[in-house]
């Protein structure tokens, strides 16, 4: 009997440590901070990119440019920001580059379903040239050149963290992206 009550607490232990580990271990990267308040990883690039370049490095890593999603994660991140990075201002994951003066995230959603507190007098495309939007160390959005270099935010929401078994670590989708990519290269005969 006591054989039985061990085999179903290892069983119990084993099935929900791969099961749902990823969100009980809270962890993405080292160099990503998570919050608890509002379940996500993020990270304070401090080498300063042109808006592209940030959505891109984002990407690398595994994760997305930030847009707070609403009032509780932009708190949340510019208490973050506030206390550890001097930085007035940093890029986020919206712009108006597919529709001219239609800002939405890199997700697609339009910014009036997010955070959208714009600063007085924003966005106002200053010289018909600001597609991208910053986030002000006070909390207030405003569009800016897409070409300028400011320090950025990358996020990984909890939710959206896929744990790999295989080697006990957060899939950060590189493997299967590279795969594909060798895979479409063989087939095509074009792999160098």
Not at 41 to 48: A, D, E, G, R, V
Request: hydrophobic fraction near 40%; glycine fraction near 8%.
């Amino acid at each position: 009997m006591l054989s039985k009550i061990l085999l179903f607490f290892v069983i119990v232990n084993f099935v929900s440590d791969y099961s749902y580990g990823q969100r009980d271990k809270k962890f993405f990267r080292k160099d990503y901070k998570y919050l608890e308040a509002v379940e996500g990883f993020y990270k304070i690039h401090t080498l300063h990119k042109t808006w592209s370049e940030a959505k891109r490095v984002c990407a690398l890593e595994g994760a997305s440019l930030l847009y707070p999603e609403n009032d509780d994660e932009a708190h949340a991140v510019l208490s973050f920001w506030n206390a550890t990075q001097p930085y007035r201002w940093v890029y986020v994951g919206i712009s108006d580059l597919i529709v001219k003066g239609v800002f939405e995230t890199i997700d697609g959603l339009p910014v009036s379903d997010v955070y959208n507190n714009w600063g007085p007098g924003e966005p106002n495309d200053a010289g018909g040239i600001e597609d991208c939007v910053k986030l002000r160390q006070d909390g207030t959005l405003n569009d800016d050149q897409c070409n300028k270099k400011f320090p950025f935010i990358c996020k990984k929401s909890l939710q959206s963290l896929e744990w790999n078994m295989k080697c006990n670590f957060p899939n950060l989708g590189l493997a299967s992206g590279l795969a594909s990519g060798l895979a479409s290269g063989l087939a095509s005969g074009h792999v160098t």
